[in-house]
């Protein structure tokens, strides 16, 4: 039925291509002009029609014409099938290399004919950024606006772009933009206005391997629990492994047994150690995390004195993040660094519950199906996957398995040398930072040139662009969402700057006089002699003294300068062009990109992004995995009698290669991807209860942020807080009377009539505290006190959330030590997460009330 269903999908896109290529045909003779005004024209009848499907076929006839015009470029057939399934909120699984920003273009075109802000989210700023640039034209010549956000921005300057029909911005800067918006004090400095239409580019990466991530925005917890981390450290260092505390490696959980809770209560002298108000538990399961699951080089490096985290998914530094839950201070005291102030969380978000505001989602991956049952589950999204556009030459060659990481070390040295003998082009992707360096180091022992690209490295897109060129070898960290293709040949615009440096070079010696002797002197016999002649033009040329002003390495000004450019355009793209089409041809015959990954990682994705990057579109590429018995994979629930007899098989040989190696790898990644899945769904129960939480609170700063009549609200809160004493006096057998004594005390009230029952207590004493309140207020003749109290309720809000947060972490922790001792601990975290909530309202409530009152006293006493 399934398969029924895909088939009537493709035969329905086809046709629709069909009718796409020729209606294209026929506005191939209008210029961008008239064509704008036709895309504007379908903007008008989606007004009146309101039917987006009727639509589609022109709206991508004509964004495909626009393409043409102003890219000189065209889109294949697979591609407007990928604009088709994303159009139809379905996630579209392109491979690697067949163009995804291309594809993006035409589904948000037409998406934003119907007024909604469309919103494309990339892994990375830099890609958003490039994104934008290379398609802001086109947009522009569909009449729509394209803004960009950018982590360097001004709130004026988001504020202004997120205003824009379509938007190009990275996941985490947009989820902490909301973020924000939750703690704005005026309605005119929100961000993001509307959640209507997403297209995510790496969909798996963000709402899959990073959902687990909390994004926090947080501020200096000012309570100083220093001392705390050094202590919790000499403490872990006394416990000792499978007798006070259990690793759980494949959760990444520590368990404290009871021989170590006893052991820890007598080291500290307290009674108990799982106690919320003397949360030590916590700092000494922290402390024995980091010494198992958190390294130096893998997980995080140190700059300036400082840990900055490395993300483990495309191996890039994350400056500006930070561990929770006292990690990062612990890692610090690991690492014998000053420790950094406790942040203090202000409010919290993951991209799972993000993304799930949007009325549409959609997106783009090569690696969709791996994962289509949780899209399917979680997201409602069904993953609909897209032919090649050509065939593939690829050669996946099977996994070699090494007895230890020496052999393999030395047996990828090996490789690279016999490769590079050739010429063909490498790259090898390692896992961590400390793998990229130990391999670096032999391969310069071997006097074999390369270039690393990890997370200490800056240069990314200049790596990236050398990595497909004749003779270059390329260590990278896991290159998952690196969004840069590896061209065979190398980029062109780089190969061109690369010319220029060269002719400089060159140029510094112009006061030679003869040409041949300029050969001779700078051994050029080998090189090309149009390059010859490109230099022997300029020599003579009057732009030669202007070139030879230009610095060092900033060729950019050629571009500024117009004789300049028009010179070297006429004359050295010729010789670039010829010369990539000469390399890239040498490298084809080759074989291609050959790709060597270091290890195999947890998930299946991460190995494909890797693989995926040779063979683009129907070119050669040769990829193979080294690994050894002693790599992590290994370590996570694999059978030891399995891993004792290829130990045995390998032992007298130097690898094993085979079809049963590569079978039992891929069960253990399915392994590890269920037992991820199944540790996702466990988190998210748990999340869950708190996003629930935090949309009541944000939901209540909304409506008193966009209140026109605060008195309302102020109402609300009279009459809760009156309800609550009332009720708690009653608890302790006081009388009616006694209590409206206490009342008319506490707040200066006059209330002398004769009260019966509880329900009248109640209304009588809210409407004199309230009418009190106002009469305060009026005698005040303060312009400005809507304001004033708004900002009080929604900041009094903010601090009972702040401390919910807090204390809902800790519950969290104590939970899991809970989860261990077979205790039911979702339920106990339920019961007491409503619990807490309960208490966080109740005093929240007393909070608003009392700084109520103290303003008006406050304001009172200066006048």
Not at 304 to 332: C, D, T
């Amino acid at each position: 039925m399934l398969f029924l269903k895909k088939i009537t999908q493709y035969i329905y896109f086809y046709y629709l291509i069909l009718r796409i290529n020729l209606l294209e045909k026929n506005l191939n003779h209008l210029n961008l002009f008239q064509l704008k005004i036709k895309n504007l024209e379908l903007k008008k009848e989606y007004q009146k029609k309101q039917k987006l499907n009727n639509l589609i076929i022109r709206s991508f006839s004509i964004t495909k014409a626009i393409l043409k015009k102003t890219l000189g470029l065209k889109y294949y057939n697979m591609q407007l099938m990928g604009a088709l399934v994303l159009s139809k909120n379905q996630i579209a699984e392109i491979k690697t290399g067949e163009g995804k920003t291309l594809i993006s273009i035409l589904t948000a075109s037409l998406q934003a004919l119907t007024n909604k802000t469309v919103t494309l989210i990339t892994t990375t700023e830099y890609l958003s950024i490039r994104d934008f640039y290379k398609t802001k034209l086109i947009y522009n010549n569909l009449g729509l606006t394209v803004g960009l956000i950018k982590s360097t921005m001004s709130h004026k300057e988001k504020q202004l772009n997120y205003k824009k029909n379509i938007i190009y911005v990275s996941s985490n800067i947009i989820v902490f933009d909301f973020l924000k918006d939750n703690l704005i004090i005026r309605k005119k400095d929100q961000l993001i206005s509307s959640f209507d239409f997403c297209i995510i580019d790496e969909i798996d990466s963000i709402l899959i391997d990073d959902a687990r991530v909390p994004l926090i925005l947080s501020t200096v917890f000012k309570k100083s629990t220093k001392i705390k981390y050094k202590i919790a450290l000499k403490i872990s260092s006394k416990l000792k492994k499978n007798i006070h505390y259990i690793v759980d490696y494949s959760h990444k959980l520590i368990y404290l047994t009871y021989l170590g809770q006893i052991l820890i209560e007598k080291l500290l002298c307290i009674k108990k150690l799982s106690n919320l108000s003397n949360s030590w538990i916590i700092f000494i399961i922290n402390s024995l995390k980091v010494k198992y699951f958190y390294f130096k080089d893998i997980h995080y490096i140190i700059q300036n004195k400082k840990i900055v985290i490395i993300n483990e998914l495309n191996g890039r530094a994350m400056p500006n993040k930070r561990w929770n839950k006292g990690i990062h201070q612990s890692i610090e005291t690991k690492e014998n660094l000053e420790i950094t102030d406790l942040s203090c969380e202000l409010v919290y978000m993951t991209y799972y519950n993000f993304f799930l505001k949007y009325n549409n989602l959609t997106g783009m991956t090569g690696t969709g199906q791996i994962s289509q049952h949780e899209f399917k589950k979680n997201f409602k999204l069904d993953v609909f996957q897209i032919p090649l556009n050509f065939l593939s030459k690829k050669k996946e060659l099977s996994d070699l398995l090494f007895k230890d990481k020496k052999s393999k070390f030395e047996a990828v040295v090996i490789k690279c040398k016999e490769i590079s003998l050739t010429g063909q082009p490498i790259l090898i992707g390692t896992k961590t930072i400390l793998e990229s360096k130990k391999l670096a180091f032999l391969l310069k022992k071997e006097n074999l040139y390369f270039k690393i690209l990890n997370a200490k490295t800056d240069q990314e897109q200049n790596i990236i662009s050398q990595a497909g060129k004749l003779n270059s070898i390329t260590i990278t960290t896991n290159i998952a969402g690196r969004g840069t293709d590896i061209i065979l040949g190398g980029e062109q615009k780089f190969n061109y700057f690369k010319s220029l440096q060269k002719i400089r070079k060159i140029c510094i010696y112009y006061n030679i006089c003869f040409y041949k002797n300029l050969i001779i002197r700078y051994k050029l016999k080998n090189s090309s002699k149009s390059l010859i002649n490109i230099i022997y033009l300029l020599l003579k040329s009057k732009y030669f003294k202007s070139f030879f002003k230009i610095k060092q390495n900033n060729f950019n000004l050629i571009i500024n300068n117009h004789n300049l450019s028009n010179f070297f355009k006429k004359n050295l793209n010729y010789y670039t062009k010829k010369n990539f089409i000469i390399e890239s041809k040498k490298i084809k015959n080759l074989g291609g990109l050959y790709i060597i990954g270091f290890e195999r990682n947890y998930s299946r994705r991460i190995d494909n992004q890797l693989i995926g990057r040779c063979g683009r579109q129907g070119n050669p590429g040769i990829s193979q995995f080294y690994i050894s018995l002693e790599d992590d994979i290994f370590n996570y629930n694999f059978s030891l009698k399995i891993k004792q007899k290829l130990y045995k098989k390998i032992k007298n040989r130097l690898f094993l290669s085979s079809f049963f190696i590569n079978k039992t790898l891929l069960n253990l990644q399915k392994k590890i991807e269920e037992s991820a899945y199944e540790q996702r769904i466990f988190l998210y129960k748990y999340d869950n209860i708190l996003v629930i939480q935090q949309n009541i609170f944000f939901k209540e700063r909304k409506n008193i942020l966009n209140s026109k009549n605060i008195n309302i609200f102020i109402y609300k809160y009279f009459f809760s807080f009156v309800t609550n004493k009332v009720l708690l006096l009653i608890k302790y057998n006081i009388s009616i009377s006694n209590i409206k004594k206490i009342f008319n005390k506490e707040f200066n009230l006059k209330i002398c009539q004769h009260i019966n029952n509880k329900k009248n207590l109640i209304d009588i004493l809210t409407n004199h505290l309230f009418n009190n309140y106002n009469i305060k207020k009026k005698n005040l003749n303060f312009l400005e006190n809507i304001s004033v109290e708004k900002i009080i309720l929604m900041k009094s809000l903010d601090q009972a959330w702040r401390n919910q947060l807090y204390f809902m972490a800790e519950l969290k922790e104590i939970s899991f030590y809970l989860n261990y001792h077979k205790k039911n601990s979702f339920d106990i975290y339920k019961k007491e997460a409503l619990k807490l909530f309960y208490y966080q309202k109740k005093t929240l409530i007393n909070i608003i009330i009392y700084r109520l009152h103290n303003t008006l006293n406050k304001l009172n006493d200066k006048k």
